[in-house]
């Protein structure tokens, strides 16, 4: 099939831009192929100037998997296609990933320049992974972030995904939607989601299967008594009729009602059952629905609101006391729709164990040099209190704060702002995890795959934020601080290349 052959899970590796391959041809042919790099992603800031929730590690790991189990016939049926120069073909087609990556797990709450993901390894291997790392973890920070902010609006009223439709291909539907459940949606739609990820897809009904059934308040009638009829049973038991095909209050409404009534569905039935609205003006209309819900005797029914939700949509309709059971928001998350694209970046910070940086004239793209982790410290209630960026090796005080001794952070931008960490009033934790180490795969990485366990990993952390710093608008800023050693290096790079200026 040449060229029109089926794409196999390695062109998730080269779906790249050509610099990267034009840079590694320069290396290889200047033999610096070997000399060993570190490449951190991370981001500068969010929508809201708060925190972001990390999804995507999963199929990072995956990418380097790929790389490491794809035989060199298959590397070379596609490299050959695209690369022309055959020493740099030779090298890609025998070339495995032998490096190690560092990162926050899925689920984690992370702030502005804090490494992501870090990758230690050959020069080469290091640099084709930018692109397809940047693809994976650009959208699934957005819409896991996005979903972060949705499920805060509306808590603690339950959230479903179901934007796929909108959603910005295939990868964007089935990713996306997994990411979605990481920033705290409690069900989603996408079978694809159930199938690759475990995780099992909710439905309801569509306009069109109520208008299948002919025009007006008889159709309508039936098609929820077949409805109930064929659904009451299955494992899915789930029952919501949609019900503003024609006319919600005066139609949809008293056919939901008598519905139920005529197949004796009632409060004692095992499975969820109600109404879903998906127009007009769902405060109202949730309230008056509510009303003649109880007055009926269906005080356990459920109402599901849809309709082109955001964040903002939903804290009015909880503000004007709407009659809600679960929200369903669809591209608002499906694309992150306020802020679709999500400005992560992959950027040297290490060549041989030299340290190296990016200047700018935009203070926001300086880059933090070195081979670095992160630590989250906790203040004596529990809750996080600011996270210290040191570096992996001859940090004094990522010393101190291992032994939890006295340690002063202090404001990167501001001298005057510091905070003394007194012993045994603060406790921390390490957030960068090694999940790769040589190329191979370690067991940690395991629980990536557990995506409700990054769920509940991601509600566990956000328990542990102030009420201050996860508001959707003005968040209290948390403390990002670097180390006295990082912030030293950092400053006496900019020092040395300043001093080259003319």
Known sequence: MGRERILTDFAKVINSDRYQYTESDIFLMENMQEKEAVFD????????????????????????????????????????????????????????????????????????????????APLIEAKILETPILNLMNMQLAIATKASRVTRAAYPIPVTSFGSRRAHGF?????GTKASIIGGCLSHSNMMTEYKYGIPSVGTMAHSYIQAFGVG?????????????????????????????????????KNAIQSFKDN????????????????????????????????????????????????SLIKSLKEQEAAVDIFGVGDAIAVSKSNPCFGGVYKIVQIEKKPVIKLSEDVIKISNPGFKEVYRIYDEEGFA?????????????????????????????????????????????????????????????????????????????LAKVSDERKRLENPHQYKVDLSKDLLELKYNLIKEIKSQIV
């Open 41 to 120: 992603m991370y981001f500068r800031k969010t929508e809201d100037g708060g925190f972001a929730v990390v999804s995507g590690v999963q199929e990072v790991i995956e990418l380097i998997n790929i790389l490491n189990k794809t035989s060199e016939e298959e590397k070379r049926e596609y490299f050959s296609k695209i690369i022309e120069e055959e020493h740099l073909l030779e090298y890609l087609v025998k070339m495995k990933f032998t490096g190690n990556l560092y990162a926050m797990r899925d689920g984690e709450i992370v702030y502005p320049n804090e490494p992501i993901i870090t990758i230690k």
């Open 264 to 311: 004796a569905i009632d409060d004692s039935y095992p499975g969820n059952y109600g109404i879903r609205i998906d127009s007009g003006d769902l405060a109202y209309l949730s309230k008056k629905c509510r009303k003649a819900l109880d007055a009926a005797g269906f005080k356990k029914a459920k109402i599901f609101l849809t309709n082109s939700l955001n964040e």
């Open 217 to 253: 308040s008889i159709a309508e009638k039936e098609a929820f008594d077949i409805f109930i009829k064929h659904r009451r049973e299955r494992k899915a038991n789930t029952l919501i009729l949609l019900i503003d095909t024609y006319n919600t209050l005066g139609i949809g409404l």
């Open 171 to 175: 990868d964007s539907a089935v990713a």
């Open 385 to 461: 209190y600011a996270d210290l960026l040191t570096l992996v090796e001859n940090d004094i005080d990522k010393e101190k704060l291992l032994n939890v001794e006295n340690i002063l952070i202090r404001d990167e931008k501001y001298e005057f702002k510091t905070s003394l960490l007194v012993t045994g009033k603060y406790s921390y934790r390490k957030i960068t995890n090694e999940f790769v180490k040589n190329g191979v795969i370690k067991e940690e990485a395991l629980t990536l795959q557990n995506v409700m366990g990054s769920r509940q990993y991601y509600l566990d952390s």
